[in-house]
């Protein structure tokens, strides 16, 4: 079988060096499906290709069987493609051991927001709370700011509204943040002012 392996890795080499990625694709999941494609650049390489053509679902099982069979090595930028793969796939609940373990390894907290936003799309609110407090003290944020505002309409959900303000007031630290988180800060105290009315009407 080795020679008719060389063959389908060939020829798609060829597809690539003459930039005809449909090609190139075809060839490259037709050698995986016969089992061809062993090592790690080979199966990295036919999920790349499935990624730029948008082809999200099928890339995210290849790097899945690969990372568990362990032909894919556990890194972090495996963890992060595969996440990436689900994500852009919609698959949120999949999408969360991928983050988890990208996060995992990662140094800062950039990982642990991306995680958090499937979880709020998943009205996982209680693991969003967690997760975003984690990438708040891993910090390396880009905008610590706008972690806490999404920390802020998390808690809010949660209905754990002096939390919730608390998260708001420390938005408000980055102007840039200020006038939303002002907003939200102003309709906590309306919805409690809300609740309060209703209870004591029902008194």
């Known amino acids: 079988s080795y020679p008719k392996k060389q063959y389908w890795i060939q020829l798609a080499s ?5 930039d005809d990625q449909k090609k190139q694709l075809s060839v490259l999941e037709l ?9 790690e650049t080979e199966i990295l390489t ?13 890339a995210g099982k290849i ?34 051991p991928a983050l988890t373990r990208a996060s995992e390894l990662s140094p800062d907290g950039k990982l ?3 995680l958090a936003q499937t979880y709020i799309n998943l009205d996982r ?3 969003a709370v967690t997760t975003i407090r984690r990438a708040l003290s891993k910090g390396g944020l880009d905008r610590p700011d706008q972690a806490q505002v999404m920390l802020g309409q998390t808690l809010f959900e949660m209905d754990l509204f ?33 609740r309060a009315q209703l209870s004591s009407a029902l008194e």
């Open 162 to 194: 002096d939390e919730a303000r608390a998260a708001f007031v420390a938005a408000q630290r980055d102007r840039r943040s200020l006038q939303l988180a002002a907003q939200w800060i102003n309709y906590i105290d309306s919805e409690e002012d809300r």
């Open 63 to 96: 790097l899945s069987e690969g990372l568990d069979s362990g032909v894919i090595t556990s890194t972090l930028d495996h963890w992060r493609l595969l996440a990436q793969a689900w994500t852009m796939a919609q698959e949120n609940e999949r999408a969360i």
């Open 14 to 18: 060829i597809y690539g060096e003459i």
């Open 112 to 114: 642990d927001i991306i």
């Open 31 to 39: 050698a995986y499906i016969q089992g061809f494609l062993t090592s």
């Open 125 to 127: 609110w209680a693991d």
């Open 46 to 58: 036919l999920a790349s290709l499935l990624l730029n053509n948008e082809l999200y679902l099928r």
